[in-house]
């Protein structure tokens, strides 16, 4: 079965600390996504990931992927309000359709 | 240049209706996809066009949904005799093939 993971599913941070969110998926893939959406909005795209060892940063997020261990992290340095919002992984299992983690719901506080 | 474009953003109907959603992809993608939001289920798949290819429909829950794709460009996703379990937000998405892909602003469904 294609399944993906992603924890946790509520993270609430306080500004300037840094945390990470982690997406596991079960079978090969060396294609995957992170989106960004905001209440009521669509989805942003935030990162493209196409192979193994892929690191993209971002501002204050950074995500990379590990393709042997079918593990990408998104790592946020330092966080601000703005950064507020549910955070999706989505991974292509080589069908070019995208199955989509839980989503992270992230909220930063003062 | 222009995005993925949705119309209706909200549409409630009664339930037994049918409805028509509309997708208009970014120009030039060979690649549309339908993507349905809802709180039990999360993000999932319905149907992906790719150029003249027969879609990909194995995300379709019912047979009660079927999508078109006219001219290799604008999507219509058809829901007939609508359930309450059909409410939901439709994301269409778009994309160069095999690539990244953009989604609309989706469309609100509420089947009271």
């Known amino acids: 079965e294609l399944k993906v993971e992603q924890n946790p599913l509520f993270l609430s941070m306080q500004e300037g600390k840094n945390y990470t969110i982690y997406c596991n998926y079960s079978?090969?893939?060396?294609?995957l996504y992170w989106y960004r959406q905001d209440p009521g909005k669509s989805l942003e795209s935030l990162f493209v990931?196409?192979?193994?060892?892929a690191v993209k940063q971002e501002g204050r997020l950074m995500a990379s992927l590990d393709t042997k261990a079918r593990l990408s992290t998104l790592h946020i340095t330092a966080a601000v309000h703005d950064l507020s919002a549910t955070y999706f992984c989505?991974?292509?299992?080589?069908?070019?359709?995208?199955?989509f983690g839980t989503g992270t719901r992230l909220q930063v506080f003062p | 240049g222009a995005g993925v474009s949705q119309s209706p953003s909200n549409k409630v109907t009664e339930k037994g209706k049918d409805v028509e959603l509309r997708c208009d992809p970014i120009?030039?993608?060979?690649?549309l996809y339908w993507y349905r939001q809802s709180l039990g289920q999360g993000l999932e798949f319905l149907i992906y066009?790719?150029?003249?290819?027969?879609?990909?429909k194995s995300g379709l829950p019912s047979d009660r949904f079927s999508a078109e794709r006219t001219g290799g460009s604008v999507s219509t996703l058809t829901i007939q005799r609508t359930q309450q379990e059909d409410s939901a937000v439709y994301l269409c998405?778009?994309?160069?093939?095999?690539?990244?892909?953009?989604f609309g602003p989706g469309t609100r469904l509420t089947v009271t």
């Open positions: 066009f790719q150029g003249n290819s027969a879609p990909d």
């Open positions: 120009s030039g993608h060979t690649a």
């Open positions: 998405a778009s994309s160069p093939y095999g690539l990244e892909q953009y």
């Open positions: 990931l196409l192979s193994n060892g």
């Open positions: 989505a991974v292509d299992f080589n069908t070019d359709k995208l199955i």
């Open positions: 079978t090969t893939s060396d294609r």
